[in-house]
C-alpha cells in the first residue's frame, strides 16, 4: 500500500468518524438551563402538613422547544410530596428554545 493510499485511508477513517459522533448526538437532549416564565410553587399538601412530613423531591423534566413540560421523570422523593410536585409542574411555562432541554429541579418541603 502506498503512502497517499494510507493517508487517504486515514482521512476516510476520519470523517466517518467525525459524521458518527454527529448522528450520535442528533438524538440526545441538551442539558442547561432555560428561563422558567411561570413557575408556581407546589403547595404543601395537609397530609403532609399533618404527619409533619419534611423531604426533597428531584425530578428531571424534559422541556419543548415551545417551553411546555413534554416529561418529567421522579428521580427521588416520598410519594406524597411527588404528588404535589407533578400538580405544580402541570403550569410550569419556560422560554422557547431552538430544542427540547432537560432541566434538573429539586423542591424542598418543611412545615
Known sequence: MTKMEMNTKKKVAQILLTIGLSFAGAG???????KALNNPTPTYPE??????????VKVQVLVAPDGQIKDVKVLGGHPV??????????NWKYAPA????????EFSFHP
Not at 410530596?81 to 402541570?90: E, F, N, R, T, Y
Open 47 to 56: 397530609t403532609a402538613r399533618r404527619f409533619r412530613l419534611i423531604g426533597v
Open 98 to 105: 431552538s430544542g427540547e432541554t432537560t432541566v434538573s429541579l
Open 81 to 90: 410530596l411527588v404528588s404535589a410536585v407533578q400538580d405544580a409542574l402541570k
Open 28 to 34: 440526545a437532549h441538551a442539558q442547561e438551563t432555560r
